[in-house]
């Protein structure tokens, strides 16, 4: 039973991959590419290649061939430094991209609009790298150089060697292309991370609620009856009075927040109550974990 679950979460895992590296890259050959926006990462230089190779080579050299070239010395490198484990499913990410750059034909979904381009290529790129990074798989490029860099230069982070390698070539987008492109590529970058991250954390938000009351019983009480969810008792001291007190905490969906606020006046219109965001929440009445991140 176990090998078989085992299976079948890495069937999703590949089917996610495989359908995260074709969004990407098809924001990147009917968005990004059509009007020259650089995003960084080694298909953002595929875009710069193409463009300055267009001279020499009708159409320049296509982006799959360019990212291809690009990572394959990476991964060897890679593969003598970290070994055969560490460049597992990033492999197929990476040939995956480029399968999806050559397969995807180059159509310029915007019209030349870049505030729909870096809006709607953000969007459609990173969900696609949501897709990946739940996948627990990459594209290799400025990632798997960034890894390969901090392996020797512990006091940098992976993120910050990151930032700097796709700033430049952003940087290098900048020259070839101008700073109107560069300026829309750096809002791209920004919904593309923030759309990833929200696939990452989870899209199902809910509330948490800290109760400071002399009433906690009572509160406790109806919370758990009317609204059928969990309080916790943390003990607590003020710090001003000296006073031991119970904080109740709980978590409920946005809607049922109302409703404990109003609980909560009724019981004790004193109470001092923090509400804040749960991003994700998995258990009993919430989300369930399936080993998948969603």
């Known amino acids: 039973m176990q090998s078989f679950l085992y299976r079948q979460s890495r069937i999703w895992d590949y089917f996610l991959l495989v359908i995260g590296t074709g969004l990407v890259a098809a924001s990147i050959q009917c968005v990004y590419d059509p009007i020259r ?40 490198i890679a593969l003598k430094v ?32 870049f505030i729909l381009a870096s809006l709607f290529g953000g969007v459609i790129g990173g969900v696609g790298m949501g897709f990946i990074l739940l996948a627990k798989a990459t ?28 700033g430049l070539i952003v940087l290098c987008g900048l020259y070839v292309f101008g700073v109107r492109a560069a300026l829309y590529a750096i809002v791209a970058i920004f919904v593309t991370s923030k759309v990833s ?31 059928e969810r969990g309080v916790t008792g943390l003990h607590a001291r003020g710090m001003y009075s000296g006073d031991e007190k119970c904080m109740l905490y709980c978590v409920v969906s946005p809607k049922e927040i109302v409703r404990v606020k109003e609980i909560v006046a009724q019981a004790d219109p004193a109470a001092f109550v923090i509400v804040s965001d749960a991003r994700e929440v998995l258990g009993e009445g919430f989300g369930e974990y399936n080993g998948n991140g969603i």
């Open 82 to 113: 970290k070994g055969k484990r560490f460049i597992g499913r990033t492999l197929v990410g990476t040939f995956l991209l480029s399968a999806w750059l050559y397969v995807i034909p180059s159509v310029d979904l915007t019209g030349g609009d």
């Open 197 to 227: 991250d929200t696939l990452m954390e989870g899209l199902k938000f809910s509330k948490a609620a800290y109760i400071i009351t002399d009433q906690y019983e009572l509160v406790a009480k109806k919370i758990m009856e009317e609204l």
């Open 37 to 76: 926006l650089v995003t960084g990462g080694f298909t953002g230089l595929a875009i710069i290649v193409k463009e300055v190779t267009g001279s020499v080579i009708p159409g320049g050299v296509p982006l799959w061939l360019t990212n291809l070239a690009l990572n394959i010395p990476v991964f060897l």
């Open 139 to 166: 594209t290799g490029g400025t990632d798997m150089v960034a890894t390969l860099i901090q392996h020797y230069v512990r006091h940098y982070s992976i993120v910050q060697i990151m930032q700097v390698l796709d």
